[in-house]
T-cell receptor, first 113, second 116 residues
Framework: SQQGEEDPQALSIQEGENATMNCSYK?????LQWYRQNSGRGLVHLIL?????REKHSGRLRVTLDTSKKSSSLLITASRAADTASYFC?????????????FGQGTTLQVKP | GAGVSQSPSNKVTEKGKDVELRCDPI?????LYWYRQSLGQGLEFLIY????????KSGLPSDRFSAERTGGSVSTLTIQRTQQEDSAVYLC??????????????FGPGTRLTVL
């Protein structure tokens, strides 16, 4: 299976603390994306990092990518209760203009007020 | 602008019945994807459409599953003779298809299918 793995599976922190989630994958990728999901419904796109990029920032989010280790991390700084959700990494594959996403199992983050 | 929409939001059916799930992608998006999310399997790719190219059906779990995309826009996912293991949230996504390195997929709210 090409499916990625994420750790930890669950993370509980206090508001204001930083949260770090890790993702590993198995095959070469075009890009890696992070999504957030609330209440088991729609996925919200957070950030995309290309295979030739090493780090990317968006607001309180910082994503790193290490293609030699086939791993990525998502850091959420100064967490808020509203950040409570499940977070998924997804890797983009394929040589054409588009491609399916292969999702990790997700990390459930709880931010306590 | 409007995002990806899906209907119905919830569907309860009896084992053996056929169901149709609908997806309206974001206007102008040429690529459309179907995924399934269930407790035991996580998020799984099912099928994707790209313009007029033949769809990638590599993720469909059985021949009871099929999908169409008419006129390059709306898509319907059909499950025939539903089984209890088909119970899941079915998610649709679309993208602009600007290139493999930068293509971002935007997801709809999903259809929760329950097979009794």
């Amino acid at each position: 299976s090409q499916q990625g793995e994420e750790d930890p599976q669950a993370l509980s922190i206090q508001e204001g603390e930083n949260a770090t989630m890790n993702c590993s994958y198995k095959t070469s990728i075009n890009n890696l994306q992070w999504y957030r999901q609330n209440s088991g419904r729609g996925l919200v796109h957070l950030i995309l990092i290309r295979s030739n990029e090493r780090e990317k920032h968006s607001g309180r989010l910082r994503v790193t990518l290490d293609t030699s280790k086939k791993s990525s991390s998502l850091l959420i700084t100064a967490s808020r209760a509203a950040d409570t959700a499940s977070y998924f990494c997804a890797t983009g594959h394929g040589s054409s203009n588009t491609g399916k996403l292969i999702f990790g199992q997700g990390t459930t983050l709880q931010v306590k007020p | 602008g409007a995002g990806v929409s899906q209907s119905p939001s919830n569907k309860v059916t009896e084992k053996g019945k056929d169901v149709e799930l609908r997806c309206d992608p974001i206007s102008g998006h040429t690529a459309l994807y179907w995924y399934r999310q269930s407790l035991g399997q996580g998020l799984e790719f099912l099928i994707y459409f790209q313009g007029n190219s033949a769809p990638d059906k590599s993720g469909l779990p059985s021949d009871r599953f099929s999908a169409e995309r008419t006129g390059g826009s709306v898509s319907t996912l059909t499950i025939q003779r539903t089984q209890q293991e088909d119970s899941a949230v079915y998610l649709c996504a679309s993208s602009l298809s600007r290139g493999p390195s930068t293509d971002t997929q935007y997801f709809g709210p999903g259809t929760r299918l329950t097979v009794l």
